[in-house]
């Protein structure tokens, strides 16, 4: 499956913004679907995923507070990270990823076998 990010860009701190993630070759029902973020001198870390059941069950990193959400739209084939009350410290390179369904959930880099390409969000004070 191919991965395309978008829908980054430059947010106040307090507002919101919506990344896309756009699949091609393979549906994202076949797949768990995550986003990563790597901050600037940071290593890329988790920050959500979706299942690939019926159920749509979601995690997410500690950090986000419950301000992301990770809809999906499988008519559509594409995963979105909703991302809301944004902080400076969500600025970042946001990826997205996708891993096969053989177990859940999923919250490590290696567990995901396709990557998007990244977009950046900075989120300014």
């Known amino acids: 499956v191919q991965l395309q990010a978008s829908g980054g860009g430059l947010v106040q701190a307090g507002g919101s913004l919506r990344l896309s993630c756009a699949a091609s070759?393979?549906?994202?029902?076949?797949?768990?679907m995550g986003w990563f973020r790597q901050a600037p001198g940071k290593e890329r870390e988790f920050v959500a995923a979706?299942?690939?059941?019926?159920?749509?069950?979601?995690v997410y990193t500690d950090s986000v507070d419950g301000r992301l959400t990770i809809p999906r739209d499988n008519a559509g084939n594409t995963v979105y990270l909703q991302m809301n009350s944004l902080k400076p410290e969500d600025t970042a390179v946001y990826y997205c990823?996708?891993?096969?369904?053989?177990?859940?959930?999923?919250?490590?880099?290696?567990?995901?076998?396709?990557w998007g390409q990244g977009t950046l969000v900075t989120v300014s004070s």
């Open positions: 070759g393979r549906t994202i029902s076949n797949y768990i």
């Open positions: 990823a996708a891993g096969a369904r053989n177990r859940w959930p999923k919250r490590n880099e290696g567990d995901y076998d396709s």
């Open positions: 979706i299942s690939w059941s019926a159920s749509s069950s979601s």
